[in-house]
Structure formats: C-alpha cells, structure tokens
C-alpha cells in the first residue's frame, strides 16, 4: 500500500493509506445530485403484520436526524422512538428505513415535506437488529472532460476490489467542515462539559461559512446550527455535553472511538511494512490494551468509561457488484459496501487531491 494524505483531513484523523497512485482527472464534489444511496434490507424482516412499522424514507439535502424531526412533527410521536439502521450524510440523495412502532403511528401515514418523503413499506415482528442493514448501495456521478477517465475509473474499481481499502472511517463521520465531532467525544468521556460547550459552539474553522463563524461569534444560532441551537438552549451552558440526549451524546463519544480506531489501523499498516492485513480490529470498548500507547498520546482521562461500546471492525473493505457506465461526459460509477463502510474512502481512491471534500459542505 502506498502511504499519502491526499488533503489536510486525512492528516486530521490519520487516513493515510491508499492502493494505487492512479487517479482520474476529473473534480468531483459530493452534492445530493452527485451522490446516491440505498440501504441494503434484509427483505426477511419484513412481514405482513407485525409489532413495528417500517417505513422507506426519501430525503435529500438532510442528515438523517433532521429527517427525523420533521416525521416526528408530522406524526406526533417523540423523536426517540423512531429507530435507524444507519445514519445518511446531508449532502446525498438517500433512501433508508426507519421502525417505528404501529400502534404510535398514524394510520395510512405518509409524509411528503421539507425534503423528505414516507411510505409504510411492511411491517416487522420485533425491534430492529443491525444485522437487518445488509449494505449500502452507492451511486456517484460526474462530469469529465478526459476521455480517458472511463477507462482508468473501471482500472482503479478493480485494483479496489482485488486488493480492498484500509477500512477507516471517512471524514462524515467527524464532520467536514468543522472535524471536531471526536473532540467532543473526548470531552463527554472525561465529563469536560466546559470544553465541550467551548468547542461546539465558539470554535471556529477556515472551513466553515461566514454566516456560521458570525453565530458563533455572537452565540446566536438558527435552525441551520441545530445541534448548537439545542445546547446553547439548555441551562446551565456546561452542562450541555451531558444533557444532550443519548443518541446524540452516544455518536459523539463513538466518533471519538472511531477516530481511534483510525490511527491505530494506520499504525498496524505501518508495522506489516505497509501491507494491509486482513483481520478484525477491536475498538477502545474491547480492548483497552491495543489502544495503550494512543490513549497515552491522548492523555486521555476518562470519568464514563461506561459510555464506551465494543465492537469490532473488518480491517479491510471491499466494494462488491462494481459499475461504471458513461453517458456523453458524464460518468456513473455504482458499487455497494458492508454496512458501516465509508464510500468517501472508495471516493478518495478514485479521486485523491481531486476529491475537494473540504468543498462539499
């Protein structure tokens, strides 16, 4: 494998292996016109009654849990009750499933609005588990004006498939324009609410708007800030990397595990002289011992390690059932990954400094 940091967030959270230096010429720059998916069901869950409804969601332009808040406006039942096999990026297109119980639900409920559209599809005869997301399907498009990308996109696709990738975690994961959502991680680890506070809502990156560097710097935030809007509202202010509700303090403190997880996979490259064994990795929640000399560096000092989750993660990803087709000068290229797998890794492969994800947002 060949070790390069293609952009200044591959140096922020330690992705730095790619397969091949080949690269297309084409820019690309991940919009919800450009950038497609579709979860992947397992279609045995679905039954014709059931304890749980199962809804198919359309959205674009939103993240999921913005999704989420609109249907739990228009169907009158608390957010928390909705339930995700996965989280979808803003900046997509995406189709995903969400379980909600059927008695809470409205009948003949569906939804078209503000982005986002609903359908019951089935129903399922108990609470969701993970493994009913067998994958993503991804679908990417662009414009090039180099005739030889065709070709090269299809070469690059197969030394992917062939040798696989690094498995990290992509940069949605910890923000893109401000990579900090592992930090606050951090802070809800060692119960720095005052850290946390400081770093959700004041600190700035050049990455970011002007109208976002101006809320911040007035501590004044609309809809466009939620999450910030969310914790500002909560008194006391420093506490608010405690109060927030759990699923979102949860992708905080796992954010700050994957970014771990991250370096310690670069580590392992480094140490097989740059080949990229294949085998599972525990995260921090399994295995303290593996992660001894990061939590150092770190100077980690942790008051919830109950917080912590243990799972573990193939090393390695494969995309499967790779495509890319052209029509004129627009390029499509379609691959499916496991869940939990990162098609802004893939993407990265394909593109390397053309990949201007520090645009996309």
């Known amino acids: 494998m060949i070790k390069r940091y293609v952009n200044v967030l591959d140096f922020v959270l330690d992705i730095a292996y790619l397969v091949t230096e080949k690269g297309l010429h084409a820019e690309y720059c991940q919009t919800p016109s450009s950038f497609h998916v579709q979860e992947v069901l397992d279609r045995g869950v679905l039954t014709e009654r059931g304890e749980y409804a199962v809804l198919e969601v359309r959205k674009r332009g939103l993240d999921t849990y913005e999704a989420l808040r609109i249907m739990s406006k228009e169907a009158g039942i608390p957010l928390q009750n909705f339930l995700v ?39 399922s005869r108990g609470k969701p588990s993970k493994s009913a997301l067998l994958g993503n399907r991804f679908k990417i498009r662009f414009e090039t004006s180099h005739e030889s990308d065709y070709q090269l996109a299809k070469e690059i696709m197969r ?168 029509e004129g000068n627009t390029l499509e290229i379609s691959f499916t990954l496991p869940r939990a797998g990162y098609a802004t890794i893939v993407i990265r492969e394909l593109f390397k400094e053309n990949f201007l994800v520090q645009q996309n947002r």
């Open 159 to 326: 030394l992917v498939v062939e040798h696989g990738l690094p498995n990290y975690y992509g940069y949605q994961r910890f923000g893109v324009k401000r990579p900090v959502t592992h930090l606050l991680g951090k802070a809800v680890l060692e119960a720095d609410s005052a850290f946390f506070a400081k770093t959700l809502l004041s600190d700035t990156t050049p990455l970011e708007s002007e109208k976002s560097v101006l809320s911040r710097t007035l501590m004044k935030f609309d809809d466009s800030l939620l999450y910030e809007k969310m914790c500002y509202e909560m008194p006391p202010l420093e506490d608010c990397g405690l109060a927030l509700n759990k699923k979102l303090r949860n992708l905080y403190v796992d954010a700050y595990v994957s970014y771990l997880f991250n370096r310690l996979l670069t580590r392992l490259i480094d140490s097989n002289k740059g080949s990229l064994p294949d085998t599972k990795i525990p995260t921090l929640g399994c295995d303290r011992t593996a992660y001894q000399q990061l939590l150092t560096e770190e100077k980690l000092e942790p008051r919830n390690w109950g917080l912590v989750k243990c799972w573990y993660r193939d090393s390695v990803i494969r995309p499967a059932d790779p495509s890319v087709s052209r």
């Open 85 to 123: 096999l996965g989280l979808k990026d803003k900046d997509s297109t995406s189709v995903q499933y969400v379980f909600v119980k059927r008695s809470l639900l409205p009948e003949n409920f569906s939804l078209e609005r503000g982005g986002v559209e609903a359908r019951v599809v089935g129903f």
